[in-house]
């Protein structure tokens, strides 16, 4: 047997060391304990979670007052209008139609376009004291749009102050994002896979078809015996082609027991089927779709273009959960749900481009080889 | 045998037919190939949206006009139904009706896509410009929102859309960034870092004498090491000498380069350049046993660095000296002569391929970069749409990003300037789109190295990652 590892008696050494060890290397170790457990997976969630809450706050005490301001001024304007007509129809002592009809005309046209300025300028209708745009819950799911660049823009920053702010969040938050979208995607998709290959173990014959395959059986450990000159083991990982000499006896050797955890042997490595990864998505499309035309009086259409507006990032703005002209009670809820289902489904997206794109890129070599546009180098010196 | 002939002509043209789809396929796959599809889906699209949702956009038109007429009707009959005017009664009707108005103007604002222009206005926001502007938004996932679907087919079709769309647009960027990023390395490292390339040119000089003295002159063991290398046969020596000869030769191309400027290091260059005349010299002590010129030059770049640098403190460097003055004092040519070939030109670049660049373009000018595109659109945009400064480039960061949040976007209707160029406007705002997210693609290609690097020296540092992780 070839394999010998001495790492558990050196890292067990290395613990005698440092036996009296002064508060400030202590203090050290436990803030670097602390970040690394930030950047590990739970506490980047958290991290994320925590960045949107903060910029709500942030948000909301930016721009709530702005947009208390700007419902008060379209009460105004319509006010002054209403006075207006009066003051038109008080003034002509005798009423005729066309005279009438003409001044007030002019006057409502004015009054439509300056309330078109206002609705642009972020007016959404509703009266004063009703619920606001910028509520925590709304200020909440502005920033998730603002880090995960989805930017829907039926709520969006209208001072000066919240446009910098906005700048700086994202320029912080996107990559953020993206962190935790690589990692949350990493973790869904180790684990989908054991599912996924313990659900297969059911079926053998699964197994065998794949080993047939070349390109996609991966050697994992190869251990070379009874040869006179190589008796190392060669290093384990992913390689796609070994090479050995004819007269060696090549083995596949299973994991063994006896070793240590932390050598992190990769099991073979179980490739999921790419309509696997689009049922997924398409499932929960479809699922949000509904919830969502359930509750917001869309039909069915409206809520999975939503859907799929929202989780491929594009982000329209004109079809949002929670977001209708009339004050609607639940509101809050919704948009709670709503920001809720957008973390999940990128999670659930970035879990399934990983699980997706080592078969993608394989099926697009076989195509692009079949046709003729990639040259076939590799393929002379396969394991036959 | 007629038949065979026919049979055989037949099979000649099918794989004739074969080859050209091949070709065509592989041409179309290709970086260039990929941009131009990605540009022609964007117009088709643009095309098929504006089809789809001009009449909708124009019968809203109608709608919004429709409603003001019936505000206006209804406010004459409460007018006339009052007999006498009590200012209170009338005010509170005639107010409830105007709320009334209001909340059909917002829902036409808000839901149905109404952007206030009525209904004899000639421009549409889906024009041509408008939609293709629409269409890039939905591929690069953009989404401003202030152009969007609101017929049912136009619902579906965008979703088909962006499902093919994105990808490709995400593979055409790749694409031009990749371009961009060599353009820009090209275009930094030759034209603009004057001190990156004096440096890289003594860099070489000094790295090609250091070997050199290594290998001949290795201190104490110098003697022995020579006789093993030269029983070893002519393996390894050839081997180093050529890395030497690529090193020395490189300096000889770089210098031939800039054979019509700077005369700084002139007297290594007029060395190195004469040197390759000389074909024939009697080269001292050479561990190399392939004697040819390259060997001479080495001798000589070896020299002049000592004469120029006067750094090195090996005890065995007057003895260079000495030995190669003895043996190649004739030919060492006047300090400073013509650096060109004996007819005068300049020697060509062809013969010597340059090798590639190892460096990395520094962060902060590929920062310096993205920030001046953004100011520039900034500006651009604050003049041509009468934003203010910090609209502006909010707009640019948004769009750049992908948010795109669509409240403020070029060539939209604005109601303070009821301006008329909204298409060229429109137009702009593509090509700054395009270019921008390509730029944004160009400064990850080329800082991504860093910013890995940087990022395991930290978490190495923090030990957040184990100690023997290799990167």
Known sequence: ?384 | MLQDLENHEEAARKTRWKHCLRLVAAYLFSDVGVCGLAVSYAMLGALVFEALETRHELAEREHVRQHRADCMRDLWRITNKLNVLYEANWTLAVGGRLREFEQTVVNAVRNEGYDGREVEALELQWSFPGALLYSLTVITTIGYGNTAPKTSLGKVLTVLYATVGIPLMFLCLLNAGHLFARIFKFSYFHVLCVQCRQRARISKVREAVRVMLYKHFPGNSSTTRNQQQTTDGNLEPSATSQQLNGQVEQQATDSDRLCTDNEELGVTDNLITSASENERSTAAQSVVSSRDSDSSRHELVEANDVVLEESLTDSSDISIESRLHNTNSSSFPPPFSDHTNLDGTCPNKEDNPRPKEEERVPVYVVMLFITGYIFVGAIMFSVGENWNFIDAVYFCLTALSTVGFGNLVPGSYDFNTQSQSAQTRLIICCFYLIFGLAVVLMSYNLIQEEIMLKFKRISRNLKIMPQNEKS
């Open chain 1, 1 to 384: 047997m070839a394999l010998e590892r001495k790492r558990s008696t050196r890292r067990s050494g290395s613990r005698y060391a440092g036996k009296k060890r002064r508060p400030v290397n202590k203090c050290k170790t436990c803030c670097r304990k602390f970040t690394a457990f930030m950047f590990s997976h739970v506490g980047l969630c958290g991290l994320v979670v925590g960045y949107s809450i903060m910029g709500a706050f942030a948000f909301r005490a930016l721009e709530a007052p702005y947009e208390e301001v700007k419902a008060g001024e379209v009460t105004d304007m319509r006010q002054k209008t209403v006075r207006r007509l009066w003051d038109i129809t008080y003034d002509l002592n005798v009423l005729y139609k066309d005279n009438w009809t003409r001044l007030v005309a002019a006057e409502i046209k004015r009054f439509q376009s300056d309330l078109i300025a206002a609705v642009k300028d972020g007016y959404d209708g509703k009266e004063l004291g009703a619920v606001q745009q910028w509520s925590f819950s709304g200020a909440f799911l502005y920033s998730l749009t603002v880090i995960t660049t989805i930017g829907y823009g039926n709520i969006a920053p209208r001072t000066n102050w919240g446009k910098l702010v906005t700048i700086v969040y994202a320029i912080v938050g996107i990559p953020l994002m993206l962190l935790y979208l690589t990692n949350i995607g990493d973790i869904l998709a180790k684990s989908f896979r054991y599912v996924y290959g313990r659900m297969c173990t059911c079926k053998p014959s699964d197994h065998y078809k794949r080993g047939r395959n070349n390109e996609n059986y991966r050697v994992q450990h190869v251990v070379a015996h009874n040869s006179p000159t190589r008796q190392n083991a060669l290093d384990p990982g992913v390689q796609d082609k070994v090479h050995v000499n004819p007269e060696d006896e090549v083995r596949i050797e299973a994991i063994p027991n006896e070793l240590p955890e932390d050598l992190d042997y990769q099991k073979p490595r179980v490739s999921v089927p790419i309509t696997l990864c689009l049922v997924i998505m398409v499932s929960y499309i479809s699922g949000g779709a509904v919830i969502f035309s359930l509750w917001e009086g869309w039909d069915f259409l409206d809520g999975s273009y939503f859907c799929f507006v929202t989780l491929s990032t594009i982000g329209f703005g004109d079809l949002v959960p929670g977001d209708s002209v009339v004050s609607d009670r639940g509101s809050q809820e919704k948009l709670v749900i709503c920001s809720l289902y957008l973390l999940i489904g990128m999670a659930l997206i970035a879990m399934c481009f990983n699980l997706m794109q080592e078969e993608v890129i394989h099926k697009v070599r076989n195509c692009g080889r079949r046709v003729g546009i990639i040259k076939d180098t590799d393929d002379e010196d396969d394991i036959a």
